[in-house]
C-alpha cells in the first residue's frame, strides 16, 4: 500500500555494486527465471481455476514475479481464504497488488473510489503472487502448485 507519491532515486554504494556483479550474470538469472516460469506454467495449465499469464513467443519476459488471478467465479474473500490455507502450509503467497486508484494518495488527490474502475477492482480482487524466486525447484514449484489445488478445492467444498 502506498502512503504517498514520491520517488527515491538514491542508490547506495552496496546496492550499485551489487547491481554490478548481478549484471554480468544477467543472462543466467533471466534464464533460470524464465525455466522457473515455466515450471509454473506447465504444473498449472490444467487447473481450470486459473488465468495465467500469457505471453507473447516473441517477447522476452524479465519475470521478476509470478501472478496468477483465480477464474470469474470467486470472489476476494474466497481468495483471502485460499491465501490463508496456502500460508498456513509455509507458502509465502501475497494479494499482488491492490488497485492503485483505491491507494490513500489517489484516493485523497483526485478523489478515487470503489467502483470507479470496476474492471481493474475485479482483477485485483483475484489475484494471487506466487513465490519465486531463481533458485525455486521443479519440486517447490510441484509443492505450491500442489497446495494451490488443494486450497481451491477446499474452497470449492465450502461453497453453498
Known amino acids: 500500500m502506498h502512503e504517498r507519491v514520491g520517488y527515491n532515486y538514491r542508490m547506495s554504494e552496496l546496492s550499485a555494486a551489487l547491481g554490478a556483479a548481478q549484471m554480468r550474470r544477467l543472462d543466467e538469472l ?3 527465471r524464465s525455466q522457473v516460469a515455466m515450471a509454473y506454467l506447465r504444473r498449472l495449465m490444467s487447473v481450470s481455476e486459473v488465468v495465467l499469464p500469457n505471453v507473447d513467443p516473441n ?3 524479465s519475470w521478476f514475479v509470478f501472478v496468477l488471478r483465480l477464474s470469474d467465479e470467486y ?3 474466497e481468495r483471502d ?3 490463508a490455507g496456502m500460508r498456513r ?3 509465502g503467497v501475497g494479494d499482488y497488488f491492490p488497485c492503485i486508484h483505491l491507494q490513500p494518495p489517489y484516493r ?3 478523489g478515487f473510489k470503489e ?3 470496476p474492471i481493474a477492482e475485479r482483477l485485483c480482487a483475484r489475484t494471487i503472487a506466487l513465490p519465486f524466486f531463481t533458485r525455486m525447484t521443479e519440486r517447490e514449484v510441484s509443492f505450491v502448485a500442489q ?3 488443494l486450497m481451491i478445492s477446499r474452497e470449492n467444498l465450502s461453497r453453498p
Request: negative net charge.
Open 147 to 149: 497446495t494451490l489445488e
Open 59 to 61: 517477447t522476452v519476459m
Open 30 to 32: 533471466l534464464e533460470r
Open 89 to 91: 502450509h509455509d507458502i
Open 75 to 77: 470472489t476476494r474473500e
Open 108 to 110: 485523497e488527490r483526485f
Open 81 to 83: 481464504r485460499i491465501l
Open 115 to 117: 467502483g470507479d474502475f
